[in-house]
C-alpha cells in the first residue's frame, strides 16, 4: 500500500526508477540516525522490493541501495549502538552533527550515485 503510494506520487510506472530510489535512500538515511537501523531496513526493505518490482527494475539493487543506505548513521550519537557508546566521552550532540553530518552528507551522495552504476537498475 505504501509503495503503491510513493509510485503514484513519483508519475506511476513511468516514474525514473532512479529518482524513486534516490527518494527511498534519502528517507532512510535521514531516519536511521534517530531510529534503530534494524527498524528502518526492516520498514523500507518490504517497500522498495514492492516499488521495485512494480518499476520492472531489479530488486537486487534497492534492497541493496536501502541497506548501505541504513548504514550512514553518523550525524547523530543517537542512530547506531557503537556511536552512543561514546557518548560516556563528554561529547555533546552538536559535536557529533559537525562532525557527522558532512560524513553522512558525503556517504549519501556517494550511495546514490554509485549503487545503480555498479548494480545496475
Do not use: H, W
Not at 15 to 31: K, R, W, Y
Not at 65 to 80: E, V
Not at 86 to 105: E, F, N, Q
Amino acid at each position: 500500500m505504501i509503495a503503491d503510494k510513493v509510485l503514484a506520487v513519483f508519475g506511476g510506472n513511468a516514474a525514473s526508477p532512479a529518482v524513486v530510489l534516490t527518494a527511498l535512500m534519502m528517507v532512510t538515511v535521514i531516519l536511521t540516525n534517530f531510529m534503530s537501523n534494524l527498524a528502518v531496513i526492516s520498514m523500507f526493505l518490504p517497500i522498495g522490493y514492492s516499488l521495485a518490482v512494480s518499476l520492472d527494475v531489479r530488486p537486487e539493487t534497492f534492497i541493496i541501495g536501502l541497506t548501505l543506505a541504513c548504514q550512514l548513521a553518523t550525524a547523530t550519537p543517537i542512530g547506531s549502538p557503537c556511536v552512543t557508546q561514546t557518548l560516556v566521552g563528554g561529547y555533546k550532540y552538536m559535536d557529533y552533527v559537525k562532525i557527522g553530518l558532512p560524513v553522512t552528507l558525503l556517504q549519501a551522495v556517494a550511495c546514490v550515485l554509485l549503487v545503480p552504476v555498479i548494480y545496475g537498475l
